[in-house]
T-cell receptor
């Protein structure tokens, strides 16, 4: 199994619908992140969590919410999807206090029509 | 304002040559800088980390340099192969508003031709 698993891999949804993207990890890391990637804009941080009780907004949190259900699970929700939220979404984890690389999931390609 | 810039969106080289990718940053004082590889439709994969007190780091055919005076990191792939074709991202830790989270450059797409 992958260290960081994202579901679904692909999703098409309609404008105004609520959608949840899920992420689970087996790394045992406390820190988890949600990024979105758009062509020409790179990876941008949406939300991050340093532990189950710590949730923080990133650079572009408007229109999104998150839930940290357990150390291993971090979900991203779009309460009312809009077309400009069409993007590739990545979940990542890292080991706190150590300058090692992030471990990313394979991503969710979301299309809002 | 703070910026991370990777000097070119795309780089085309011939197999066997050395690829050199550049990452420049402004208004940061990162403790370390990282490089990632990303294949189409996949998540970034961590390659190398270099700390502010390190000038150079190597891993197999990869070499990274870090010049905090120039605010620049260079990423080299020697004896490049078509399998090295991918997008390469630099990232640094922002100790400002995001409390130590990684900030990414937009990436350079490397194409290695046989």
């Amino acid at each position: 199994d992958a260290d960081v698993t994202q579901t679904p891999r692909n999703r098409i949804t309609k404008t105004g619908k609520r959608i949840m993207l899920e992420c689970s990890q087996t790394k045992g890391h406390d820190r988890m992140y949600w990024y979105r990637q758009d062509p020409g804009l790179g990876l941008r941080l949406i939300y991050y969590s340093f532990d189950v009780k710590d949730i923080n907004k990133g650079e572009i949190s408007d229109g999104y919410s998150v839930s940290r259900q357990a150390q291993a699970k971090f979900s991203l929700s779009l309460e009312s999807a809009i077309p400009n939220q069409t993007a590739l979404y990545f979940c990542a984890t890292s080991d706190p206090g150590r300058a090692w690389g992030y471990t990313f999931g394979s991503g969710t390609r979301l299309t809002v029509v | 304002s703070q910026k991370i810039e990777q000097n070119s969106e795309a780089l085309n080289i011939q197999e066997g040559k050395t690829a050199t990718l550049t990452c420049n940053y402004t208004n940061y004082s990162p403790a370390y800088l990282q490089w990632y590889r990303q294949d189409p439709g996949r998540g970034p994969v961590f390659l190398l980390l270099i700390r502010e007190n390190e000038k150079e780091k190597r891993k197999e055919r990869l070499k990274v340099t870090f010049d905090t005076t120039l605010k620049q990191s260079l990423f080299h792939i020697t004896a490049s192969q078509p399998a090295d074709s991918a997008t390469y991202l630099c990232a640094l830790v922002n100790y400002g508003g995001s409390q130590g989270n990684l900030i990414f450059g937009k990436g350079t797409k490397l194409s290695v031709k046989p």
